[in-house]
Structures are given as structure tokens and as C-alpha cells.
């Protein structure tokens, strides 16, 4: 039966939607909305509901998820849309040979005028692309290991017999088999492969809190002669938005590059997120690194895009890792184009204003009036996380369902969980990250909406 209709006209078949979506293999955990999204246009997203009473009812939701994070610019930005064009017209290229809109968008980023060359000097670092943030770990990953040898000869290199890796409790890097050890999760490692540790060409990965200055100075001069790599978010975006001291991050670089290892940043969430577009700073600038990889809003939320930025001297062995989809012209004027458009329109700056008005919004409405179910309000500019209490944290299915029924789109991150040494449970979070292009009015609007979806889930008893 067609009911209701798309914003364009054409009709919309809610059995079609529903079949469609009874064939998709979902990861989601726990009940899937019965949503289906249709359109949309900035923040805002038209979906058509798929069971229940409404059934086949168009509705217009703020996605304040931001499509896992991805969507910078929103939905349907006129300035992607122009850059899918110009990439179509720009040809196919392997990594086997250069391209016209990959050289563009490589100086473009990291050429002597590059947007990042504050981070990383001119000449100093090379760049390849992947299809998302967990290749892209793998490949950071994979770079690491490869230290240990030397290219030109095949002999051990100056890390040869190093075998630590440091991450951190809480850290979320990804989901593909290399990155599973570098998660303290047992519900992500139970039952799967492992790295033998008991070989030359082992990898012992070890954990500390994340933002623990004595914790880290204690690892570091007690295992910094074996240690390998230290991999950071400089944001820990899984475990609740959580940020480091102010010079914490200085502090692991500058212990990771006197004990003679690698630093990895993984910036793939924070990425154009915190009012820069890197995290990897404090208050005397950036943060020198070895690796940093960058995704989800390098892709504008269009293309599965990530980027690994790699010091010149580190090599991976010959074809060792080609990558069908290293760099491809489309991908690499959706990425130039967009970003260019958040550098010339301010939208980082204007973003961090937003975030702002979101803090301060969201500690009056939820953990001052609402404090049985939210905790503390954390992050910057459009990276902005609720953590729950544990009342709260018991009701985020029906809490999600109910802020979705009052139009707006959420996530909830999984909290860092119990650590050592004393520190806090961190419970889940309720994750906010809109597009850059928020305005004052939408970023007021969202919040009038979490209110409503809240009180009515109260009203009906399934917070109490």
C-alpha cells in the first residue's frame, strides 16, 4: 500500500521500507528504531515511521547523532553535492599512479600552505587514504610494527625486539581483528584471535587511565625500554567524551618520543569537531605526533573516507598495503571541497559558539533539573556528550525511542566502565554531535526537544 509522500512528491511504499530493512544484516544492539530515513537537509532529517500506529507517517527529526558522528556539513550541502561532480569528472585512479584532485586535495592539506601544517611540516609527512577509521588504524597499526625492521635491508631496524603497545582504558580505535587488542573490552576479544606474544614478531598491548599522569610515568619507566608505540585518542569518544588534563597529551608525546617509540593519534572522531580540526593540542599548540589517523568527517558524511598522516621515514614492505580505494579522486574532492568550505566560512569557530550554548543549555535542563537521570555534561565545540547515572543508564532504550517520537536523533556511547587505580565508573553517555552548520535557533530547538522526549518517558513512568 503506498502512503504518505517523499518531500519531492513521489509516493512511499512503508512495506517496501520494511522488507528492504528485514534484509539488512544490522549490527545496532539492542531494538532498531522504527524509523527509515527519506531525505533531509542540514540538521534536520525526513523519515517515515515503520511500524506501530503511525505507521507510514513522514516525520521531520533533528539528527543530532550527526549519522555515527560522519555528517560535518549536514545533510545534503549544496557545497558536497558540487564536490560528488567535480570528483565524477575527475577520472579513476589506483595508488599505482598520481591524480589530478589527489595532488590537489593532498597540498591542500599538508602543502606548504595546508590547512594542517601547523600539526605536520611541510615535506615531512606523507598521507594515504582508507575506506574508514578502523582501516585506517590497521594501516597506523601496521606502520608500527613494520618500525622494527629496516625497509632497505630486511635487517632488524633501531625498534627491533620491542614489542609494547600502550592504550588506554575505555578507548574505542575500532572493531577489525589488529585493532581488537588495543580494547580492554572483553565483550569485543572474547572468542576471537589474538597477537602471539611469544614471538619476535609478537605485540603485547598494555592499559592505563586515560588522563593519569602518575599512571603514565609509572609505565613509561618501567616498561619504556620495550615500548613500541603509545596509541591515544586525544578525546576518548567511546567512553564518554572524556578530555585530558591540559598538557596531558605533551606529556605522552614527550615520554613516548624519550623512550624511542611511535605516538599514534586517532582523531577519526574528533576530527573538525572540538572548534579545530585537530584535538591533538593544548594552550602552547599542536602536539607533535608519528601517525594520525582522520575519518568519519573527512567524508562529509557521504563518502566512507579516512586518512592516515604518516612521518616521511616510515615505510610498510613493498605492496604490503595497496589499497583498492587508496585516495581515489572522489573521495579526495569531497573531502578538499569540504573541508576548504569549513576554513573559509569560520564554521569551527562558529561551531565551538554553538557547543557553548549546548553546555550551558543542556547543564541547566538535564543534570541541574534533571539530575535522577544525568550526570555531567562534557566536550567542546560539536563533540559534546551527557553521561548518565545509573537510574539513567538503565533506561536508554526507551529513552532513545522517546527522544526519537519527539524528533530527535541520539546515540548513546558505551562509558569507560569501571577502571583502576581508584578512578570513577564512567556510565554511559548521551553523545551530541551535530553538524558544524548548527544554528542558535536549531541548537535551542534541540534541547527543547531532548526536554520533551524525557518528560514523556517520565510521564509514562519508565524513569522512575
Not at 550527526?66 to 579513476?92: E, K, R
Request: proline share 4%.
Amino acid at each position: 500500500m503506498m502512503v504518505n509522500r517523499h518531500l519531492d512528491g513521489s509516493a512511499i511504499d512503508a512495506q517496501r521500507l520494511v522488507d528492504g530493512m528485514d534484509l539488512h544484516l544490522s549490527h545496532y544492539g539492542g531494538r532498531p528504531l522504527d524509523l527509515a530515513i527519506v531525505g533531509g537537509d542540514g540538521i534536520w532529517a525526513d523519515a517515515v515511521v515503520t511500524a506501530g500506529t503511525r505507521r507510514g507517517e513522514l516525520i521531520r527529526a533533528m539528527d543530532a547523532s550527526g549519522t555515527y558522528a560522519s555528517a560535518c556539513l549536514g545533510a545534503a550541502h549544496p557545497v558536497v553535492g558540487q564536490a560528488l561532480t567535480t570528483g565524477l569528472a575527475a577520472g579513476h585512479a589506483t595508488d599505482a599512479m598520481g591524480a589530478a584532485e589527489r595532488s590537489e586535495f593532498l597540498l591542500d592539506l599538508l602543502g606548504p600552505n595546508g590547512l594542517l601544517v601547523d600539526h605536520f611540516a611541510y615535506g615531512d609527512y606523507v598521507a594515504s587514504g582508507r575506506s574508514s577509521g578502523s582501516e585506517g588504524l590497521e594501516l597506523a597499526l601496521r606502520l608500527v610494527l613494520e618500525s622494527r625492521v629496516d625497509m632497505s635491508t630486511g635487517r632488524p631496524g633501531p625498534r627491533a625486539g620491542r614489542d609494547t603497545v600502550l592504550a588506554f582504558e575505555g578507548a574505542w580505535h575500532g572493531w577489525t581483528g589488529g585493532l581488537l587488542p588495543l580494547l580492554n573490552r572483553r565483550h569485543y576479544r572474547h572468542g576471537l584471535p589474538t597477537f602471539d606474544t611469544a614471538t619476535a614478531s609478537g605485540l603485547n598491548v598494555r592499559h592505563i587511565p586515560f588522563g593519569d599522569a602518575e599512571a603514565l610515568q609509572g609505565f613509561i619507566q618501567e616498561h619504556g625500554h620495550r615500548l613500541l608505540a603509545t596509541v591515544i585518542e586525544p578525546i576518548q569518544g567511546d567512553a564518554g567524551i572524556l578530555e585530558p588534563p591540559d598538557g596531558y597529551l605533551r606529556e605522552v608525546a614527550d615520554l613516548t618520543a624519550r623512550a624511542g617509540a611511535l605516538l599514534v593519534a586517532d582523531e577519526v572522531l574528533t576530527f573538525a569537531k572540538t572548534g579545530a580540526l585537530l584535538a591533538m593540542r593544548d594552550s602552547h599548540g599542536p602536539v607533535p605526533t608519528d601517525v594520525t589517523v582522520v575519518g568519519k568527517s573527512i567524508g562529509m558524511g557521504v563518502v566512507p573516507f579516512s586518512v592516515v598522516i604518516a612521518r616521511r621515514e616510515l615505510r610498510i614492505r613493498t605492496t604490503g598495503a595497496v589499497s583498492t580505494n587508496d585516495l581515489r579522486p572522489l573521495a579526495c574532492s569531497v573531502a578538499r571541497h569540504g573541508l576548504r568550505h569549513i576554513h573559509d566560512t569560520g564554521l569551527l569557530a562558529s561551531s565551538a559558539e554553538r557547543g557553548q550554548q549546548l553546555i550551558s543549555r543542556m547543564n541547566h535542563e538535564l543534570v541541574e533539573q534533571r539530575g535522577h537521570l544525568f550526570r555531567e555534561v562534557r566536550g567542546t565545540g560539536a563533540l559534546l556528550g551527557v553521561e548518565m547515572t545509573e537510574l539513567g543508564s538503565e533506561r536508554i532504550s526507551a529513552l532513545r525511542r522517546s527522544l526519537a517520537d519527539h524528533g530527535v536523533l541520539v546515540e548513546f556511547m558505551a562509558g569507560a566502565g569501571r577502571r583502576s587505580r581508584n578512578h570513577r565508573y564512567v556510565f554511559p553517555t548521551l553523545r551530541i554531535v551535530p553538524p558544524l552548520t548548527i544554528t542558535s535557533d536549531e541548537s535551542a530547538e534541540l534541547v527543547d526537544r531532548l526536554v520533551r522526549g524525557i518528560d514523556a518517558l517520565e510521564a509514562a513512568g519508565a524513569c522512575t
